[in-house]
Nanobody, 119 residues
Framework: QVQLQESGGGLVQAGGSLRLSCAASGRTSSSYGVAWFRQAPGKEREFVALINWSGGRTNYVDSVKGRFTISRDNAKNTVYLQMNSLKPEDTAVYYC????????????WGQGTQVTVSS
């Protein structure tokens, strides 16, 4: 099994920045595609960003484009989500998830890290 552990969440003022980390352990593979999702109270979990194994392909939900950047350090088995210009509506529990390729479901999930943006 592969275990994913998110970290880096916290309380930040609007306009501030946070960097989330998703560290993988167990049977890790640098070929995994990794995505960030988030879930706010009363809302469904939504896709935020993804990155493929090489880091050459990324994608973002429209609401975070230009503000968030996903990256990965395969040597450290870690994926990052740099979040700038944070808004109160970014408040949510953020989860990372991994899959073998884009034809497979996201089989591995972390337990989430809370991000709270105050105004």
């Amino acid at each position: 099994q592969v275990q994913l552990q998110e970290s880096g969440g916290g309380l930040v003022q609007a306009g501030g920045s946070l960097r989330l980390s998703c560290a993988a352990s167990g049977r890790t593979s640098s070929s995994y595609g990794v995505a960030w999702f988030r879930q706010a109270p009363g809302k469904e979990r939504e896709f935020v960003a993804l990155i493929n194994w090489s880091g050459g392909r990324t994608n973002y939900v429209d609401s975070v484009k230009g503000r968030f950047t996903i990256s990965r350090d395969n040597a450290k088995n870690t994926v990052y989500l740099q979040m700038n210009s944070l808004k109160p509506e970014d408040t949510a529990v953020y989860y990372c998830a991994a899959r073998l390729n884009d034809r497979e479901p996201y089989d591995y999930w972390g337990q989430g890290t809370q991000v709270t943006v105050s105004s």
